[in-house]
C-alpha cells in the first residue's frame, strides 16, 4: 500500500484543482517559505478525519477553507481526495485503490466519501486502525512531534505500541461494547423500576 494521489481544491493555499502524484518511493516536497509544503501533510492529516483546528494550525476548521488572496476571492469549500494503492489489500476494502475524500463548506455541513461513495468518519477511521495510517497513526510525524513522543505521557506512548501491534481496533470495539452494556444495564435499573411501581 502506498499513497498514489493527493487532489485538492479550495484547501489553504491551494484554491485551484492541484493534483501531485507519488510513486512508490521515496518523496520530497520542496518550495520556498510560506509556499505550502506544510499545508500538503496538514491536507492528508484533514482527509484522515483530523477533528482538531489546532493541529491543523487554524482557530477553527473552517480556515482549512481557502481564505482569498489579495488577487483572489474567498472559496466557499475546501476538498481533499488521497487515493491510497491496495493492490495488497493491506486495507479491508475490496478495491485496487482506495479514494478518500473530506469536502467541507462555509456552512459547515461537510461529508465524506469512500471511493466516491457517501460514508461516515467512523467508516473511515475504522478502514485505518491498525495500518498506521488513521489520523491518530504514526505516518504523519509533524515538527516538533518526536520530541512529544519522547517527553509525552507513558498512556501516550503506548498508544502508539497499540497501534503497531495491530490492536488498537479490539480496543476500540470493547470500548463501545462496554458503553453499550453500560447503557443497557442503565436501561434494565429504569425498566424495573417502572415495573416496581406499576405493580
Ligand atoms: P515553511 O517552509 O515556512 O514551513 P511551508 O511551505 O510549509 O512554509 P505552509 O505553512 O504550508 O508553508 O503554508 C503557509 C501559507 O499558506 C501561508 O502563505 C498562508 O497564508 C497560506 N494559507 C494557510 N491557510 C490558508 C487559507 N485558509 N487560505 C489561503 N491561504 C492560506
Do not use: H
Not at 63 to 73: H, L, P, S, Y
Not at 93 to 117: C, H, I, P, Q
Not at 125 to 130: H, K
Amino acid at each position: 500500500m502506498y499513497l498514489k494521489s493527493i487532489e485538492m481544491q479550495g484547501f489553504k493555499s491551494f484554491a485551484m484543482k492541484t493534483k501531485l502524484e507519488f510513486d512508490n518511493g521515496v518523496t520530497g516536497i520542496v518550495g520556498p517559505n510560506g509556499s505550502g509544503k506544510s499545508n500538503v501533510g496538514d491536507a492528508v492529516r484533514w482527509v484522515l478525519g483530523e477533528q482538531s483546528a489546532k493541529q491543523l494550525r487554524g482557530g477553527n476548521m473552517q480556515d482549512v477553507i481557502f481564505a482569498g488572496t489579495q488577487n483572489r476571492k474567498p472559496l466557499g469549500f475546501a476538498s481533499v481526495a488521497i487515493t491510497l494503492d491496495n493492490a495488497d489489500r493491506k486495507l479491508a476494502f475490496d478495491a485496487d485503490e482506495v479514494t478518500v475524500t473530506r469536502k467541507l463548506y462555509r456552512s459547515g455541513e461537510s461529508e465524506y466519501l469512500l471511493n466516491g461513495r457517501n460514508c461516515r468518519l467512523r467508516d473511515i477511521n475504522e478502514l485505518f486502525y491498525d495500518t498506521g495510517i488513521g489520523k491518530e497513526g504514526y505516518s504523519i510525524i509533524g515538527q516538533g512531534q518526536i520530541e512529544k513522543i519522547l517527553s509525552g505521557k507513558p498512556e501516550e506512548r503506548r498508544e502508539l505500541f497499540d497501534e503497531a501491534a495491530g490492536i488498537v481496533k479490539f480496543k476500540r470495539r470493547k470500548a463501545t461494547s462496554l458503553k453499550k452494556l453500560s447503557d443497557e444495564q442503565s436501561n434494565l435499573i429504569r425498566v424495573n423500576d417502572i415495573l416496581s411501581e406499576v405493580t
